[in-house]
């Protein structure tokens, strides 16, 4: 049995998400087996296509093993003693209203999913455990012909579709975490931006962990048609116990011809204690398909939770003139293990991509980068460019880079600059000498470190961010 | 001018790994004073002035460091700072990414305390005193001293030191790497500050920022030792003839 961490911690006290919400729960016997992938699709009212999907992914799955390639030491999991749906028991209210204890929840947690209260410039969708509970401004978006609902309901009202585009960037095939995925998601969420329209204002989903021994396995699918514009923004967190609890999401991008989707996430799950407790598996399949001419496709990523982190949001850049951006900052600390990156697949003409990643390791934590760029014998003039800093901070963490790049034209031009430092001592006593303690003056040496990569982010979105990271940082140092 | 001592260095000894590189300074700053500090290459000067900051690379092995008849021994850099002691840098390192503007309201914030203007206030200031020292604004977007020449580094020192207002202010080497028009700039800046709140320990090579910075006394260190103390006019016998002078007048002891 899983129990919550106790408090005393300077590190349990900082995270302050990880508070457990007491509310009942419809929740469906552990383990994992075809009758289970049945149920959770009945729970939720599918189609017959998409049981089937979802039975041939886990067939699928049964022949594949679990990788163990990436720089991360953690047991066999068992995947019996997982569950694999937990929706809460709301409380019947006025139609459209969240039950007031998981209200409660996402105020404390700083997610807006109240329509009046709402911040203009942003659409929520809040999903807790196994389903979504509230998405918001749906209204003002179906004016201009945008889709931003529940993956269930996406599967339930867009059947046609979520159909054409599921499986159609990360195939249930791909690897172990997707099959299993495939055919255990139980929600996420859907986004359909018609042809010449600029989303107005930011979508973003926020994913929370609440039961004990669940775990969460969602599904977002973002399709931009030709010309259209949108920015996605993903939060997570967790309660703080003592087991680890297993996240394996995807999330699917499609690009039509001239179109643009900029996805920005900040990882916070619960990290595990200072010995290495407890803590989130966050095993992400993400991946953008640049499938239109002219197409661009940008991930951004802060990433400073999790137990262990095993992500790699890459970019297929099929049309011609298309453009991949991965911009990351992957912070680790006590016993984290961070192994992620990205891919880039050049198979058009003149497709581009840029990759920015920034690795800080404090305590004992392996930061790992791990990076892909190939590029297809057709893509003449393709361009990437690589900048892959690592900093250290303290004597007891690693970091590691393994950039892998394979041209298969001889036009392409690809370029790989690679720094690990240590935190200077003389720019800590620079800063030092002009009145900042140290826990100041390594959370500005580190924000500037990551300040290519912040900028990309939506401007609430990366204040929010720079706060997380001087928070972990103030506990690591010192 | 005032008899209190502000600063004082007692016999002060210092070591950075195995060099005993300071063997027994002592020097006293009276409020308000200005001293001049010279001496050859690597004769110690910059480690005294780091050690006076409180970098912990060097090791103090002995003697100490007064401040209002307080030790600094034992006080982290940023409780010196926010004491008043500042540090004029002779080679100010680059924290890239961070840019000027957020690390000016940083330390001010640090050292002063948050400016009861906001924000606004805060960057009119800033703004005020960039213009005495004709920095451009742009650099408030720069990375700290990213890409700076050697001049834009020590404008900007002295941009810090007149938005920090400390008590005491050691500059090492201020005027190496201006030209001309920066010197008498930066020396302006410098003289902005100076009066009774304002002690200075001012450590160069030349004759010429003296002539903008007039110091009341000036000292040379040689060896790790205060070899000379006297009037601010022996720098004129220290132009004409080196620090053989030094050593002539005090023979072979600290030769
Ligand atoms: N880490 C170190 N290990 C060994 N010797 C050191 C170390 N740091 C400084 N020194 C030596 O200490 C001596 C004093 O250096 P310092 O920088 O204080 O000289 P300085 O008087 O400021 O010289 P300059 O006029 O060239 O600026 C030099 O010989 C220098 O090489
Ligand atoms: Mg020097």
């Known amino acids: 049995m899983a129990h919550e961490l106790p408090g005393g911690n300077k590190l349990l006290q900082d995270y302050k998400f990880g508070f457990v919400t007491d509310i009942a729960a419809d929740a469906i016997p552990l383990g994992l087996n075809e009758d289970i992938v049945r149920l959770i699709s009945a729970k939720k009212g599918e189609p017959g296509w998409m049981t089937d999907w979802r039975l041939a992914a886990y067939r699928h799955w049964l022949t594949l093993r679990e990788p163990h390639w990436a720089r991360a030491d953690y047991p066999p999991i068992d995947y019996q003693a997982s569950r694999y749906y937990s929706a809460p028991r709301q409380r019947a209210g006025k139609p459209g209203e969240m039950d007031p204890e998981l209200a409660k929840t996402f105020e404390r947690l700083g997610v807006p999913v109240h329509e009046r209260g709402a911040l203009a410039g942003v659409a929520v969708d809040a999903v807790f455990d196994s389903v979504s509970v509230a998405t918001t401004q749906r209204e003002r978006l179906k004016q201009q012909g945008i889709i931003f609902c529940s993956m269930s309901e996406a599967i339930r009202e867009h059947g046609d579709l979520v159909r054409q585009y599921l499986g159609s960037v990360v195939p249930p095939t791909d690897n172990f975490f997707a099959a299993l995925n495939s055919a255990v998601f139980t929600d996420g969420s859907f986004c359909f931006i018609p042809r010449g329209v600029r989303c107005p204002i930011e979508l973003s989903t926020y994913f929370r962990i609440n039961a004990i021994s669940t775990g969460q396995f969602e599904r977002t699918l973002i399709v931009a048609e030709p010309e259209s514009f949108v920015s996605y923004i993903e939060g997570c967190t967790a309660p703080a116990r003592d087991e680890n609890q297993l996240h394996a999401a995807i999330v699917e991008l499609v690009a039509l011809e001239g179109a643009q989707i900029k996805y920005a996430t900040v990882q916070n799950w619960f990290a595990g204690d200072a010995g290495g407790k407890g803590g989130i598996y966050n095993f992400v399949t993400k991946r953008g398909h640049c499938r239109g001419a002219r197409s661009r496709i940008s991930w951004t990523q802060v990433e400073v939770g999790a137990a262990i982190t095993w992500k790699y949001p890459s970019v297929i850049l099929e049309g011609a003139d298309s453009v991949g951006e991965f911009y990351s900052v992957a912070f680790t600390h006590d016993r984290m293990q961070a192994d992620t990156g990205t891919k880039m697949i050049h198979i058009g003409p003149r497709t581009r991509s840029t990759i920015v990643s920034k690795g800080i390791s404090t305590g004992h934590s392996a930061n790992t980068y791990r990076g892909m760029v190939k590029i297809l014998p057709k893509a003449a003039h393709a361009r990437n460019h690589t900048q892959c800093d690592s900093m250290l901070i303290g004597s007891q963490c690693s970091a590691n880079t393994f950039p892998l790049i394979e041209a298969r034209n001889a036009t392409a031009i690809t370029e790989h600059e690679a720094t690990t430092s240590r935190i200077s001592e003389e720019q800590l006593f620079y800063l030092r000498s002009r009145g900042l303690d140290e826990e100041a003056a390594t959370a500005l040496i580190v924000h500037g470190f990551c300040k290519e990569v912040l900028k990309e982010l939506p401007m609430e979105f990366a204040v929010e961010a720079v706060k997380l990271l001087e928070l972990k940082l103030e506990h690591s140092v010192g | ?255």
């Open chain 2, 1 to 255: 001018m005032s008899a209190d001592v502000e600063f004082e260095l007692r016999d002060l000894r210092v070591k950075n790994g195995a060099k005993q590189i300071l063997q027994g300074v002592d020097l006293t700053l009276r409020r308000g004073e200005t001293h001049a500090l010279m001496g050859p290459n690597g004769s110690g000067k910059s480690t005294l002035a780091n050690v006076i900051m409180g970098h912990p690379d060097y090791e103090v092995t002995g003697g100490d460091i007064l401040f209002h008849g307080q030790s600094l021994l034992g006080l982290a850099p940023e409780e010196r700072a926010k004491l008043g002691v500042f540090l004029a840098f002779q080679y100010p390192v680059a924290v890239p990414g961070v840019s000027v503007a957020r690390f000016l309201k940083a330390a001010v914030e640090a050292v002063r305390g948050k400016s009861s203007g906001g924000a606004g206030g805060f960057l009119k200031g800033v703004r005020e005193q960039m213009k005495f020292l004709e920095i451009t604004e742009a650099f408030l977007d720069r990375g700290l001293n990213e890409g700076f020449s050697g001049g834009e580094k020590k404008r900007l020192e002295i941009l810090q030191m007149l938005l920090l207002k400390p008590a005491l202010g050691v500059l090492d080497e201020t005027d190496s790497g201006l030209d001309i028009d920066a010197l008498r700039i930066v020396a302006a800046g410098v003289n902005r500050l100076r009066g009774p709140d304002l002690t200075l320990l001012v450590i160069t090579h030349y004759e010429r920022l003296l002539k903008l910075i007039e110091p009341d006394h000036l000292h040379v260190l040689m060896n790790g030792r205060i070899a000379f103390s006297g009037g601010p006019d022996a720098v004129k016998q220290l132009e004409l003839h080196g620090y053989d002078w030094i050593r002539d007048q005090v023979g072979a002891e600290v030769v």
